[in-house]
């Protein structure tokens, strides 16, 4: 039943992209985007996706007014950066290790940081969890440092909305590694 309403709700929102992408409602549009949708899903399935931990809706909703504020404020400071005068500031690529189990949850804190202002994710080490991001302002220790007190806040948020330990349970699809 669940795997229905999922693929239900797959073809619905490939609808609806269709539809926007043409600009107007139409059952031509409609018609044609149901079409496409069917061609996409059952022609080019996407691999199923193991989901590990379990949501808790009040730590995604301080996760996400978290990076909110994170999005505004290094708007602002990109937009300062960008009209001081002076030399241009001091860049570096850091490296940054993130405490999470799951791919998925990997994979939304690299879109997290990669849609931060002044930080681009430039490598992933899966396998020790390593990230490498180009941060745009390291002119001091203090803005090094709030960096690093970012990345381990976005940790414990995504932990806490997660990958409780308590609701963690491995999925069965995953391959386990012997060593």
Same mark, same amino acid.
């Given at each position: 039943?669940?795997?229905?309403?999922?693929?239900?709700?797959?073809?619905?929102?490939?609808?609806?992209?269709? /539809?926007?992408?043409?600009?107007?409602?139409? *059952?031509?549009?409609?018609?044609?985007?149901?079409a496409?949708?069917?061609?996409?899903?059952?022609?080019?399935?996407?691999?199923p996706?193991? /989901?590990?931990?379990r949501?808790?809706?009040?730590?995604?909703?301080?996760?996400?007014?978290? !990076? @909110?504020?994170?999005?505004?404020?290094?708007?602002?400071? !990109? @937009?300062?950066?960008? !009209?001081?005068?002076?030399?241009?500031? +001091?860049?570096?690529?850091?490296r940054a290790?993130?405490?999470?189990?799951?791919? +998925?949850? +990997?994979?939304?804190?690299?879109?997290?940081?990669?849609?931060?202002?002044?930080?681009?994710?430039?490598?992933?080490?899966?396998?020790?969890?390593?990230?490498?991001?180009?941060?745009?302002?390291?002119?001091?220790?203090?803005?090094?440092?709030?960096?690093?007190?970012?990345? =381990?806040?976005?940790?414990?948020?995504?932990? *806490?909305?997660?990958?409780?330990?308590? =609701?963690?349970?491995?999925? *069965?699809?995953?391959?386990?590694?012997?060593a």
């Amino acid at each position: 039943m669940r795997l229905l309403a999922l693929r239900a709700w797959m073809l619905c929102w490939l609808i609806l992209v269709w /539809v926007l992408l043409w600009g107007n409602i139409s *059952a031509a549009n409609i018609v044609s985007g149901l079409a496409v949708a069917l061609v996409i899903t059952l022609l080019l399935p996407l691999p199923p996706v193991p /989901v590990e931990g379990r949501l808790h809706p009040l730590s995604v909703l301080r996760l996400v007014a978290t !990076v @909110a504020y994170w999005l505004v404020v290094s708007s602002i400071q !990109v @937009a300062a950066l960008a !009209v001081k005068p002076g030399p241009p500031p +001091l860049t570096a690529v850091l490296r940054a290790h993130l405490d999470v189990k799951s791919d +998925l949850v +990997l994979a939304l804190a690299v879109n997290i940081l990669n849609l931060t202002p002044g930080n681009i994710v430039l490598e992933i080490d899966q396998a020790r969890r390593m990230i490498y991001v180009h941060v745009l302002d390291v002119g001091s220790d203090r803005t090094v440092n709030r960096f690093y007190h970012q990345i =381990d806040q976005l940790q414990k948020l995504l932990v *806490a909305s997660f990958e409780r330990e308590a =609701d963690w349970k491995p999925s *069965a699809e995953k391959e386990v590694d012997p060593a």
